[in-house]
């Protein structure tokens, strides 16, 4: 099996300004990468987080529906999104829009961001010693566990 870890989001490209129209599509460079291993028949698991409102949860059926064997974490706040605008050229300009993260300006934490996904240093702390990269799966305050699908 292969695990992957990654951002989980949903893309909404513009269609038209006049209204506004777009179409969603679940994104994420690497939830594309195990989607596409899926395809090819090879076993995945995958590793994201999610929010709690109903955008997450089309995410977490379509991942499903992917064949990932999703391993998700809960926040108690919306998915994140990522506004997409094609110029002429087909080249897409993004705007994210990512509840999960610390807001700009924040100290980040010395190991990792804000997510539950950190992992210790993969480089020697003295010289001689040898450390070996571990993840460190922490969960987000308030979460008693990681959801797993039913």
Do not use: C, I
């Amino acid at each position: 099996m292969l695990a992957l870890v990654g951002e989980t989001l949903v893309d909404l490209v513009l269609e038209e300004e006049d209204p506004l129209r777009f179409t969603g599509a679940l994104g994420g460079s690497v939830l594309n990468t195990a989607s596409a291993l899926a395809r090819l028949g090879l076993p995945v698991r995958f590793f994201s987080e999610v929010g709690r409102d109903w955008l997450s949860l089309w995410s977490e059926a379509e991942m499903e529906r992917r064949r990932l064997n999703p391993r998700l974490f809960r926040y108690p706040a919306p998915m994140p999104l990522a506004l997409v605008r094609l110029d002429r050229e087909g080249n897409a300009h993004y705007s994210f829009h990512r509840s999960f993260q610390a807001p700009t300006g924040r100290r980040r934490r010395r190991r990792g961001g804000p997510g539950p996904f950190t992992s210790a240093p993969s480089w020697p702390s003295r010289p001689g010693r040898k450390r070996a990269w571990r993840p460190s799966w922490r969960r987000p305050k308030g979460l008693s566990s990681p959801t797993t699908p039913t």
